[in-house]
T-cell receptor, first 113, second 115 residues
Framework: EPEVTQTPSHQVTQMGQEVILRCVPISNHLYFYWYRQILGQKVEFLVSFYNNEISEKSEIFDDQFSVERPDGSNFTLKIRSTKLEDSAMYFC???????????FGPGTRLTVL | AQKVTQAQTEISVVEKEDVTLDCVYETRDTTYYLFWYKQPPSGELVFLIRRNSFDEQNEISGRYSWNFQKSTSSFNFTITASQVVDSAVYFCALSSYSGYSTLTFGKGTMLLVSP
């Protein structure tokens, strides 16, 4: 069964460093998302991406964040200068059609020291 | 603005007990979708069900059942004869029919099933 994959599973970085989180959505899906979950809290929407551009973003997704689909398979989230409060689990999701269920990857745990 | 409330932070049951997880939502949309996701201790998010707002028929899938009541804005989830493997955090989520299907999650209910 096709699945969303994410790498790395765990990333440790120093405050102020740039990180890139990578995702490979399900191959025939068209809509891609990033969510984050601070430890023990709810899952929060960051950004959605369709047709090679951002379609929606939340207030969390400020200028420090960017997304890119550099090729036909990868979907990346970049945090330019990490802060302590960026420590969280970051989930990538994809769906084939709007209103269908989103399939989530296993997540990348980001720890900012 | 959309909002999902899961008032039960944590529920503990003994195996074979039935348990209901509550979900109440708020939305101005007339058409929307409701979801339940399971997050086991391993951390991934597993899709369980999607329900659209114009279909109030309840659904049963094995030991799982869902009760959608539009009049009370609730979408409750019942596990019958719970098992230890059901131990997880369960999230209720809501998305609008319009837009890009962004999910708004509740805070989750941690279910602990002991043998």
């Amino acid at each position: 069964e096709p699945e969303v994959t994410q790498t790395p599973s765990h990333q440790v970085t120093q405050m102020g460093q740039e990180v890139i989180l990578r995702c490979v959505p399900i191959s025939n899906h068209l809509y891609f998302y990033w969510y984050r979950q601070i430890l023990g809290q709810k899952v929060e929407f960051l950004v959605s991406f369709y047709n090679n551009e951002i379609s929606e973003k939340s207030e969390i997704f400020d200028d420090q964040f960017s997304v890119e689909r550099p090729d036909g398979s990868n979907f990346t989230l970049k945090i330019r200068s990490t802060k302590l409060e960026d420590s969280a689990m970051y989930f990538c999701a994809s769906t084939g059609t709007l209103s269908a269920e989103q399939f989530f990857g296993p997540g990348t745990r980001l720890t900012v020291l | 603005a959309q909002k999902v409330t899961q008032a039960q932070t944590e529920i503990s049951v003994v195996e074979k007990e039935d348990v209901t997880l509550d979900c109440v939502y708020e939305t101005r949309d007339t058409t929307y979708y409701l979801f339940w996701y399971k997050q086991p201790p391993s951390g991934e998010l597993v899709f369980l069900i999607r329900r659209n707002s114009f279909d109030e028929q309840n659904e049963i899938s094995g030991r799982y059942s869902w009760n959608f009541q539009k009049s009370t804005s609730s979408f409750n989830f019942t596990i019958t004869a719970s098992q230890v493997v059901d131990s997880a955090v369960y999230f209720c989520a809501l998305s609008s029919y319009s837009g890009y299907s962004t999910l708004t999650f509740g805070k989750g209910t941690m279910l602990l099933v002991s043998p």
